[in-house]
């Protein structure tokens, strides 16, 4: 039973910074690819960011590009999200996701989410 | 703007058969890149319904199927169920410099 569950979200002024985690369990972390996506109050889904299952690729949204920084600690079956310079259109459900494969396939696994809202 | 185009909203009656499309460009769906489908039911995170344009994860009814032509793709539903009322998102991947993973922008599917 794979598990993702997502912590770190709250409420942080714009400009400011805020790290995302996610712990997953009940499979082999290091076999595959993770995805972030949000999700803002009311709209549909926006990838986000990807990282291949070694972490030798990422790749990211133009809305978030030299901003936001995914990272994996394989050792810890981890998967980070550091957003820094924060704005108010980042405000959304961001949601941890498991690729179904190594690289880039689709997503198999979510975690129910972690809302960040940027508000001063 | 979304990357993969979709209507915004479906209506069926209960039993009645529903198709939702999603239509992209020669860089993502016409450059050969798999189309997959998420369920999002109210309130909760999205679930994979079908992936590599036709395929349906274990416990996905039958009722669900996709299929992919050219720039489009579909998902059809038959014997639509109350519980089918979910929001709908079709996605693939987008060959161009500016893009990797890319979502439609979601279609809202109301039971009668």
């Known amino acids: 039973q794979v598990q993702l569950v997502e912590s770190g979200g709250g409420v942080v002024q714009p400009g400011r910074s805020l790290r995302l985690s996610c712990a997953a369990s009940?499979?082999?972390?290091?076999?595959?690819?993770m995805h972030w996506v949000r999700q803002a109050p009311g709209k549909g889904l926006e990838w986000v960011a990807a990282?291949?299952?070694?972490?030798?690729?990422?790749y990211y949204a133009d809305s978030v590009k030299g901003r936001f920084t995914i990272s994996r600690d394989n050792s810890k079956n981890t998967l980070y999200l550091q957003m820094n310079s924060l704005r108010a259109e980042d405000t959304a459900v961001y949601y941890c996701a498991r690729d179904g494969g190594m690289v880039a396939t689709y997503i198999d696994y979510w975690g129910q989410g972690t809302l960040v809202t940027v508000s001063s | 703007q979304s990357v993969l185009t979709q209507p915004p909203s479906v209506t069926g009656a209960p039993g009645q058969r529903v198709t939702i499309s999603c239509t992209g460009s020669?860089?993502?769906?016409?450059?050969?890149?798999?189309v997959h489908w998420y369920q999002q039911l109210p309130g909760t995170a999205p679930k994979l319904l079908i992936y590599g344009n036709r395929n349906r994860p274990s416990g996905v009814p039958d009722r669900f199927s996709g299929s992919k032509s050219g720039t489009s793709a579909s998902l059809a539903i038959t014997g639509l169920q109350a519980e089918d009322e979910a929001d709908y998102y079709c996605q693939s991947y987008d060959g161009s410099l500016s893009g990797y993973v890319v979502f439609g922008g979601g279609t809202k599917l109301t039971v009668l």
């Open positions: 990282i291949w299952y070694d972490g030798s690729n990422k």
């Open positions: 020669s860089s993502n769906i016409g450059a050969n890149y798999d």
């Open positions: 009940g499979s082999i972390f290091s076999s595959h690819g």
